[in-house]
């Protein structure tokens, strides 16, 4: 399978420890994007990359959030100093330059526990 | 900005039973529209996508949904469900070609009864 993956699955941590997520995207794809989806909710954007280049990030939840993609290829999502209310399936999604319309492909997401 | 809205937060239907999810976008602009399902353990799926042109469009699985304009709306389409298209269906829009941000609504629970 070549989709879009996601490391860890589920995570637990306690609260105010910091915790890192990867997301590996479909290969070739030149963007990446991070989603994050409570309970009950659809997902809600939260960054983009094209390439290595963080093109909007004004949709981070706080300072404590950070997302790195260093070589254009995988992706990293940070959270600092986590609080209970960070508690979350995190998603990753990936899509080809935009040449038109641009269909995004999720991966199966990384569940934040903060206890 | 943009918002979408599904109708019906939880749907429960027989086998054979057809069905319609209701999605209506707020954006004037041009928008592509799409549905995701996400099947229980699962990660999001496309299963239609709208970008122009018929604006009945057709799916997998036998899904289809129809973009009206004038309404603002994207209603999602199957004429018999079955037990396996028990999931989670999400309507989503962005702003046309090139858009980096897809907008979801809450989503539309859908349990079918064999």
């Known amino acids: 399978d070549t989709g879009v993956s996601q490391d860890p699955r589920h995570k637990i941590t306690k609260r105010g420890q910091n915790v890192t997520f990867r997301c590996d995207p479909i290969s070739e794809h030149n963007r990446l994007y991070w989603y994050r989806q409570t309970l009950g909710q659809g997902p809600e954007f939260l960054t983009y990359?094209?390439?290595?280049?963080?093109?909007?990030k004004s949709r981070l939840l706080s300072d404590r959030f950070s997302a790195e993609r260093p070589k254009g290829s995988f992706s990293t999502l940070e959270i600092q100093r986590t609080e209970q209310g960070d508690s979350a399936m995190y998603l990753c999604?990936?899509?080809?330059?935009?040449?038109?319309?641009?269909?995004?492909?999720f991966g199966e997401g990384s569940w934040l526990t903060v206890v | 900005a943009q918002s979408v809205s599904q109708h019906n937060h939880h749907v429960i239907l027989s086998e054979a039973a057809s069905l319609e999810l209701g999605c209506n976008y707020s954006y004037g602009g041009t928008v592509n529209l799409f549905w995701y399902v996400q099947y229980p353990g699962q990660h999001l799926q496309l299963l239609l996508k709208y970008f122009s042109g018929d604006p009945l469009v057709k799916g997998i699985k036998g899904f289809e949904a129809e973009f009206i304009k004038s309404k603002f709306s994207f209603n999602l389409r199957k004429p018999s469900v079955q037990w396996s298209d028990t999931a989670e269906y999400f309507c989503a829009v962005n702003n046309g070609a090139g858009s980096y941000q897809l907008t979801f609504g809450k989503g539309t629970k859908l349990s079918v009864i064999p």
């Open positions: 999604a990936s899509s080809p330059a935009p040449r038109g319309a641009n269909t995004i492909y």
């Open positions: 990359f094209q390439n290595e280049a963080q093109l909007e």
